[in-house]
Nanobody, 120 residues
Framework: QVQLVESGGGLVQAGGSLRLSCAAS????????MGWYRQAPGKQRDLVAT???????NYADSVSGRFTISRDNANNAVYLQMDSLKPEDTAVYYC??????????????WGQGTQVTVSS
């Protein structure tokens, strides 16, 4: 069994910052790509940022230059530093990890989601 536990969401004024964390636990052999996605009410879930095993990062155009993704391989964790937040960043943020588990192969796993609300 695998659990992805997120923390760090909340309410912040426009221009402020938040830091999201996500840690995985359970029977994990290795984790490949880690990432963050978000879903606003009535909209589809969209990619925010990903970080590969070697540290290569990828960002959605809407957050590039404002958000920073990082990972801690020793602790199976991924972080999202969000600066210069805008009201349009308001959404539920989900972490995602593509991991290899013994006997189960490679699959993608999701966190439970954490609400980020940016007021104008």
């Amino acid at each position: 069994q695998v659990q992805l536990v997120e923390s760090g969401g909340g309410l912040v004024q426009a221009g402020g910052s938040l830091r999201l964390s996500c840690a995985a636990s359970g029977s994990i052999v290795s984790i490949n790509t880690m990432g963050w996605y978000r879903q606003a009410p009535g909209k589809q879930r969209d990619l925010v940022a990903t970080v590969a095993t070697g540290g290569e990062t990828n960002y959605a155009d809407s957050v590039s230059g404002r958000f920073t993704i990082s990972r801690d391989n020793a602790n199976n964790a991924v972080y999202l530093q969000m600066d210069s937040l805008k009201p349009e960043d308001t959404a539920v943020y989900y972490c995602n990890m593509k991991m290899y588990r013994l006997g189960l192969g490679s699959n993608a796993y999701w966190g439970q989601g954490t609400q980020v609300t940016v007021s104008s």
